[in-house]
């Protein structure tokens, strides 16, 4: 068995889109409609094409529990998933240049240093740096 997709919440599949390209830095890998102004939209790091992929899923806009869910990890402040990076404080800084809002500014937490932003489509994201 492997990792071939893994989903993500997302509130508007093209807003998502914008942000995980243009700000994030990830590429759109597969892109194809599904009727009813759903997609199967899938990103993936341009550094692994080749890796997992992620999901940009509508299911908050179609599936009323998954809304629910997703509002409360947010609410709480709680990441719905992480991104590794090479170094915390420099992905902070590119991407508080592209606007992006962050809810926890570059922090030190034991062997690793972590930060955590706003994706625009209803989820806190956690970038990571293994110190």
Same mark, same amino acid.
């Given at each position: 068995?492997?990792?071939?997709?893994?989903?993500?919440?997302?509130?508007?599949?093209? #807003?998502?889109?914008?942000?995980? *390209?243009? #700000?994030?830095? $990830?590429?759109? #890998?597969?892109?194809?409609?599904?009727? +009813?102004? *759903?997609?199967?939209? *899938?990103?993936?790091?341009?550094?692994?094409?080749?890796?997992?992929?992620? !999901?940009? +899923?509508?299911?908050?806009?179609?599936?009323?529990?998954?809304? %629910?869910?997703?509002?409360?990890? $947010? +609410?709480?402040?709680?990441?719905?998933?992480? $991104?590794?990076?090479?170094?915390?404080?420099? +992905?902070?800084?590119? !991407?508080?240049?592209?606007?992006?809002?962050?809810? %926890?500014?570059?922090?030190?937490?034991? *062997?690793? #240093?972590?930060?955590?932003?706003?994706?625009?489509?209803?989820?806190?994201?956690?970038?990571?740096?293994? !110190?």
């Amino acid at each position: 068995m492997k990792i071939q997709i893994i989903s993500l919440p997302v509130q508007d599949q093209e #807003k998502a889109l914008v942000f995980y *390209t243009e #700000k994030l830095g $990830f590429v759109k #890998k597969v892109d194809l409609p599904l009727g +009813e102004d *759903t997609r199967w939209l *899938t990103v993936v790091s341009m550094e692994a094409q080749d890796e997992p992929e992620i !999901l940009l +899923e509508p299911a908050p806009n179609h599936f009323p529990p998954a809304k %629910v869910y997703q509002q409360a990890l $947010f +609410e709480a402040g709680i990441p719905y998933t992480q $991104f590794n990076v090479d170094d915390v404080q420099k +992905e902070f800084d590119r !991407l508080v240049a592209l606007g992006v809002q962050f809810s %926890v500014p570059p922090t030190e937490m034991g *062997t690793v #240093k972590v930060a955590v932003l706003d994706d625009t489509c209803g989820n806190n994201i956690q970038i990571v740096q293994m !110190l």
